[in-house]
Structures are given as C-alpha cells and as structure tokens.
C-alpha cells in the first residue's frame, strides 16, 4: 500500500513556467516531508523540506505548501529552467517510532522544462 | 567534505548467485540506510544501521541482509538473486538515527540475467 501518493506522474512546462507537484498521505504520525530530486544516474539528492507545524517554506526557487488538515502537500518551482529537468520525490517520515528513520517516498514526477 | 560513496557502480549476476555492495556514508555520519528503486515499486526502504545494529527493517525477504563495521561503513548482501532483484541500490547516511536529513550516494546498478 503506497503510504504516499504523489501527482502527476509527469509535468511538462515551458522555461519560466512555475510546475507544481502534489502529494498526499493517510498516517498522521508522519512529522518530516522532504522532498528529494534526481538526474538520470544519480542518487536522490534532498532539495528541501517541512515539518507540520508549518505552512509553507521557501529556498531559492523551491517552495513547499503544506496543508494538514488536508494531508496535503506540494512542490512550486518558480522560473523554472531546463536544467531543473528531473525526477522529483516527496517522502514522509515519523521521526520517532518502530519506523524510526525511515522514508517512505511518493512514486516520482518526471519534470521537463523546455527551453 | 566527500559524499556518501557506494561501490561497486555497476555489476552484473547471474540467477542464483550472491552479491554484496558497498557503501561508505559522510564523514561523521552513523546511520547508514538502504533503499532499492525500480521502476515498477518506485523507492522501497531494505533497512537502517545504526552503532553496527540493524535499527528498523522494510518488508524484503530474508535473502536481503547487511551490516555496519565500527567505522559505519555498510554492506548489503543479496543471497540466490532472482531476476527481480535487479535494481538500483542505494543507500543513505545521516548523523544520527532517525535524524531528519538523508544524503544518498549515486547508488550500485543491481543487474541481474
């Protein structure tokens, strides 16, 4: 059972363009959302994240709105360029627990940004 | 300060046959976690080491095991590998046990004929 769900599966905007990406999830003891960003041959690499006690948080272009009364969370990446082309994941993790450490990641979003 | 590292890149196996991968976290770093991507299940978690003791542990056959040295440096080891072991595996380091930030290494290509 995918403890997080995560949409569209791929997204393609024009440079400029501001792609959003939505997950979502059941277990309310998840208490950290990163979301991770992956090239072709690499390993994930951590982009940013949130706890819920937030409702959004901003790096550099990166921004994560989170919704917990919804259970909802989501990716904005403003001006988007071509070298943003990637797969994104969001994640959640319950920092605490039997499952301590543990991520459990969304299916992935392929990004394409044309030039 | 270097990355997580994982070695080998790329390996091919035969059916049957046994592997081990490698992985040695960032510089500081105890916790060594695994993880396999395909693309039909997406990133599952294999398990977590912490202080050289298996901490926490995915829904993966007994055939899939690892271990941490003193130097928190990790291995896995796939026993009689099946066709659908083959994978990217990766792994990833963080200070401490369920500390929040993960750092993944560029991961080993599991493949498997």
């Known amino acids: 059972q995918q403890q997080v769900k995560q949409s569209p599966q791929s997204l393609i905007v024009q440079k400029g363009g501001i792609p959003i990406i939505n997950c979502a999830y059941e277990?309310?003891?998840?208490?950290?959302f990163p979301w991770y960003q992956q090239f072709p041959g690499k390993g994930p690499a951590l982009l940013i994240a949130i706890r819920p006690d937030v409702s959004e948080k901003k790096e550099g272009r990166f921004t994560i709105s989170f919704n917990k009364s919804a259970k909802q969370f989501s990716l904005h990446i403003m001006d988007s360029q071509p070298g943003d082309s990637a797969t994104y994941f969001c994640a959640a993790l319950i920092s605490g627990g039997s499952t301590l450490g543990r991520l459990y990641f969304g299916r992935g979003t392929q990004l394409t940004v044309w030039p | 300060k270097a990355g997580v590292t994982q070695t080998p890149r790329y390996l091919i196996k035969t059916r049957g046959q046994q592997v081990t991968l490698s992985c040695s976290p960032i510089?500081?770093?105890?916790?060594v976690s695994w993880y396999q991507q395909t693309p039909g299940q997406g990133l599952q978690f294999l398990f977590e080491?912490?202080?050289?003791?298996?901490?926490n542990k995915g829904n993966f056959p007994g055939r899939f095991s690892g271990r941490q040295f003193s130097n928190s440096r990790s291995e896995m080891n796939v026993s009689t590998l099946e066709l659908g072991d083959s994978a990217l595996y990766l792994c990833a380091s963080s200070l401490e046990t369920g500390l929040l930030e993960q750092y993944f290494g560029p991961g080993t290509r599991l493949t498997v004929t």
């Open positions: 080491y912490f202080s050289e003791t298996q901490r």
């Open positions: 277990n309310t003891a998840f208490d950290y």
């Open positions: 510089s500081g770093h105890r916790s």
